[in-house]
Structures are given as structure tokens and as C-alpha cells.
């Protein structure tokens, strides 16, 4: 099974899902996160889904589970790139992600994280 | 009964043109297809009813009714019973029921072909409307504006919803508004799709100011107990835009009457 890989960039870490998640490997990725937001020291992480074209409520309930578990471990955690179709199935499914920050893409996340974790400093 | 009709072909056909409203030599063109179907014993009528087809197309074009249409067609028979009751033969008599039995089918299809060619002119017309009802238009560098006409239902919202998140991603923008000034009423279905649109658009990292909210409107809204949360609600399109302008963190000076300067801060 292939993992996830989780890059480090300055204190944030950058996780681009590139392939359609399964049930497992959702599983395995936040459990990576979560060792690697603690071992890094990560202020900041960010989640590029610009590749993914088909979500479900798991994976929905995935990035809300992921941005929970950030924020328990005083990282900030932002979504970015996701596509219309899947915002909007996300939608009809009910899942608004109340508490996920977005961006429109990688560099926009970048921003926000600078701009937030700057306030918080 | 075919020599019959060609022998008459002229007065026929002139007094079927008088009788109904059409062009004559339209008139004599589907004649003589008919003419021809009836010399072949009537077996392959495909000609002519392309032909028919053709006529009922047009008129329902230039917005002829049913039953002026279908009249066209059945005033042959009016047209050639005057010949034939001036002959008054039987055998005559009973080929000019078979003949009306023709005509009546002919007639029929005309119909049909009509309310055919309608409907695919009702069909165009509703997609144009939807394709021209949903303009996403851009105010500034990175803010975009929806403004909404008329009645919106699912189909439409769902179209609003695509090409927002869609300009969205091609133009990188942060901010929308979705204008609903020419929007007359608003009920739960319509707030409920309101607010899927500004969640997706918050889902995709843009934020969302819902503009034009008239007192009625509000007031409905209200009564109906609808629950907008927090998104950002303003009175004109004008307000949306200033709040945009603050929250993209551009400044507008002067006054707007004379002149407005406009400086992009630097983040």
C-alpha cells in the first residue's frame, strides 16, 4: 500500500494526496500526521487535494478529523485546492467542515499560515 | 380518383389556397406528393411527410396555432369534395372517403409534427435562458460577482453553483458576491440553496457576501426562521463591494462623486 508522503517545509508540513484515498490508507495518513506534526514541531499543515476528483463522507470526515487532531496539537491545519465538483459533493453530503480553514491553492495556504501563525506569535 | 385530382389539379388547389391561409405554391408542391402517394397505392408516404413535417416546423416557428396548422391540411378535403359532388358518381364518392381517410391521417401528423417542433423550441428557449440567466462577472482582482435574475429553482442554482466555483478556480478569487436584487422571492428551498453555494465557495477557500436583500425579504426570512449563521448579508451590491474591498485589504479614497483612487495594499 502506498503512503502518503509528508514534506517538510520551514515549520509547516505539506501533504499532497495524489491518488484516490481508500479507507485504510486514510487511516495510516493520520496517524503519520499526527508522529510528524509532533516529531517536526509543525506551527502549520497543510493538505493539497487539487488532485482528488472523488471524496465520500470518509474522506470528508477525514479532513475535519485531520484538522481536529492539529489543532489538539497546536498546529494550524488548512485544505487547499479542492476542486468544485468535490466542494459541491461535499455540500450535498452535508459535511460544511465548520472548523477546516481553506484556501484556493498551495500558495494562498502558505499565506494564511503565515498570516495566522504571525498573529498568534 | 388519381386522374380525378390531376385533371382538377389547378381549380383544387386554388380553391383549397382560398380556403386556407398559406402560400400557393406550397399548397401545390405537398399536392403533388400527395397526388403521387395516392397514384402509388399509397404505401411509402416517407416524402411526404418530410413535407409535412417541414410545413409544421415553420409554422410553429412564426407562431401559427394547432389548429390553424392542421386546418391547412384538412381544407383539401373541402377544396376537392366541390369536384367530386359536381361529378357524383359512387364510385367516385366512395374513393373520395378513402381519399378523406388520407387526409384526416395527414392531418393527424401535422399535428403532431407541430406539437413536436413546439416543444424543441420550448426546450431551446429554457436551456438559452438558463445559459443566459447566470453570468459570473468580475468586479475587481479577485472579486467576483453573481448577479441573480428571476425565480431560482435546483437546475438553476446547481448551474449558479458550478460556474461560481468553477470562475472561482480560473481566477483565483477570494471573494464572491452573490447578488439576489432580481431575485422576487425567496422561500426555504431557495435560502437552502443559497447557502450550499457559499459553503462550497468557503469549502474551495473563498468567501461569500450575499447582497440585494430587500425588506420583504428579509422579513421572510426571517419569518421562516432561516438561519444564515455567519455568513455576511448586505443591502446593496454596492456595501458588498466595500466589504470585500476591506476584507481583500484594498483602500478607496476620496469622493466618489468627483474621483476615487484605489490603492492595492501589499500583504
Redesign the interface.
Known amino acids: 500500500m502506498d503512503r502518503v508522503p509528508i514534506l517538510k517545509l520551514g515549520d509547516l508540513l505539506i501533504v499532497s494526496i495524489q491518488v484516490d484515498l481508500d479507507d485504510q490508507s486514510v487511516l495510516v495518513l493520520q496517524e503519520d500526521l499526527a508522529a510528524a506534526v509532533v516529531s517536526r514541531g509543525a506551527k502549520g499543515v497543510i493538505i493539497d487535494i487539487s488532485a482528488v476528483e472523488i471524496v465520500d463522507s470518509f474522506t470528508g470526515r477525514m479532513l475535519a478529523t485531520i484538522a481536529a487532531m492539529c489543532r489538539m496539537l497546536d498546529a494550524h491545519a488548512v485544505?487547499?485546492g479542492?476542486?468544485?465538483a468535490?466542494?459541491?459533493t461535499?455540500?450535498?453530503l452535508g459535511l460544511?467542515?465548520g472548523g477546516v480553514r481553506?484556501?484556493?491553492?498551495l500558495e494562498?495556504?502558505v499565506?494564511l499560515l503565515n498570516?495566522v501563525g504571525g498573529t498568534a506569535r | 380518383m388519381g386522374e380525378l385530382l390531376r385533371d382538377h389539379e389547378e381549380q383544387v388547389v386554388n380553391r383549397w389556397a382560398q380556403s386556407v391561409d398559406a402560400p400557393r405554391d406550397e399548397l401545390l408542391e405537398l399536392y403533388r406528393a400527395i397526388l403521387g402517394a395516392i397514384e402509388q397505392g399509397g404505401g411509402d408516404l416517407a416524402d411526404l411527410r418530410g413535407l409535412l413535417t417541414e410545413l409544421s416546423r415553420s409554422r410553429a416557428r412564426v407562431g401559427y396555432s394547432p389548429a390553424e396548422t392542421s386546418k391547412a391540411v384538412f381544407g383539401l378535403k373541402g377544396a376537392f369534395y366541390e369536384i367530386v359532388v359536381a361529378d357524383a358518381d359512387t364510385e367516385v364518392l366512395r374513393g373520395f372517403i378513402r381519399f378523406a381517410r388520407l387526409i384526416d391521417d395527414l392531418g393527424l401528423f401535422t399535428f403532431e409534427a407541430y406539437a413536436e417542433a413546439r416543444e424543441k423550441i420550448i426546450m431551446d428557449q429554457a436551456e438559452q435562458l438558463l445559459e443566459l440567466s447566470t453570468p459570473v462577472v468580475k468586479l475587481w482582482d479577485g472579486i467576483l460577482a453573481v448577479p441573480l435574475i428571476g425565480t431560482l429553482d435546483s437546475a438553476r442554482t446547481q448551474v449558479v453553483m458550478e460556474k461560481l466555483l468553477e470562475a472561482l478556480v480560473e481566477t483565483g478569487a477570494e471573494h464572491a458576491v452573490i447578488d439576489i436584487t432580481g431575485v422576487p422571492a425567496v422561500d426555504t428551498q431557495v435560502a437552502q440553496h443559497l447557502l450550499k453555494t457559499v459553503f462550497a465557495a468557503r469549502l474551495m477557500g473563498a468567501e461569500c457576501v450575499i447582497s440585494g436583500i430587500r425588506p420583504q425579504i428579509a422579513h421572510t426570512i426571517v419569518t421562516l426562521g432561516i438561519e444564515f449563521g455567519d455568513i455576511v448579508t448586505k443591502t446593496s451590491l454596492a456595501d458588498a463591494l466595500a466589504h470585500a474591498f476591506r476584507r481583500s485589504g484594498v483602500q478607496v479614497s476620496g469622493r466618489p462623486a468627483t474621483h476615487v483612487t484605489v490603492r492595492a495594499e501589499q500583504a
Open positions: 485544505v487547499v479542492m476542486r468544485p468535490v466542494a459541491i461535499l455540500v450535498e460544511s467542515l481553506t484556501a484556493l491553492d494562498k495556504g499565506a498570516h
